[in-house]
């Protein structure tokens, strides 16, 4: 099993994982053209895509989703709330499948285990997805963290946990005052601290990879996030993956 990111963050977010010959993308928030580029540097060919998941219906990680499943009929997996609120363009696909936030299912050779997460869309989850022996757990677009999240991430063989902001530069930044209060509230998204946090609350002896993701441009760097993960996990800091707005992040295996 190995993993990569086409990029994360508040411009676009897809993380492709592969076991076998199953390769799936979760979330597409990039248009066609970018995601082909991003899979290609990958060395992935668009059309070896067996599916896409998605988290929630925020336009940077389901932007994508309908045009690139179009082109290349690639099958669309997502929570019947998410599909409710993206009806108009996913509901076209010829290969759309509803789950609920709380039934695991199998796509190909990967299962997959959704959970649902605090954040304000309509039905959000995010995934633990594995091969039978080894587990990866994606969290971002998450409020606070919950005791059905931790148990969902305990034991992870690797994580992508997002690192939002740090909340004093978020506290410092010219943000407006409502956009402030979203992102740092119960549905928005989850601050360095928060993430450190929940790395302490759960089993983190198997962790063999923690990548930091969807980092704010403006709000965080990759050194506060690194600083914050690395203290929870007692380890140095470049140990801690960053998955970048450009570059994502390269193969990662388990
Ligand atoms: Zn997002
Ligand atoms: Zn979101």
Request: hydrophobic share 45%; net charge negative.
């Amino acid at each position: 099993m190995r993993f990569a990111s086409l990029g994360s963050g508040s411009e676009g977010n897809a993380l492709v994982v592969e076991v076998g010959d199953t390769r799936i993308l979760i979330d597409c928030g990039f248009r066609v053209r970018d995601t082909v580029a991003r899979l290609l540097r990958l060395g992935v060919t668009p059309d070896s895509v067996s599916a896409i998941l998605v988290t929630h219906e925020h336009a940077d990680h389901i932007g994508g989703v309908a045009a690139f499943a179009a082109r290349y009929r690639i099958p669309v997996w997502l929570t019947f709330g998410t599909l409710e609120m993206a009806s108009e363009r996913i509901g076209r696909l010829p290969h759309v499948f509803g789950f609920d936030s709380h039934d695991a299912f199998a796509v190909g050779m990967i299962e997959v285990r959704p959970f649902p997460v605090p954040h304000d869309a309509r039905e959000p989850v995010q995934f633990v997805v594995g091969d039978g022996a080894h587990r990866l757990g994606v969290l971002t677009d998450i409020g606070g963290t919950t005791p059905h999240v931790e148990a969902s991430l305990t034991g992870c063989d690797a994580l992508v946990l997002e690192c939002n902001h740090d909340l004093g530069m978020l506290e410092g930044s010219d943000y407006p005052w409502p956009l402030k209060q979203r992102i740092a509230g119960r549905f928005g998204h989850l601050h360095n601290e928060a993430a450190a946090a929940l790395l302490g609350a759960i089993d983190t002896s198997r962790l063999q990879h923690l990548v930091a993701a969807h980092l704010s441009q403006q709000n965080n760097t990759p050194e506060r996030a690194r600083g914050a993960l690395s203290k929870a996990m007692n380890c140095a800091p470049d140990w801690i993956g960053i998955a970048d707005q450009h570059d994502g992040f390269a193969w990662r295996g388990l």
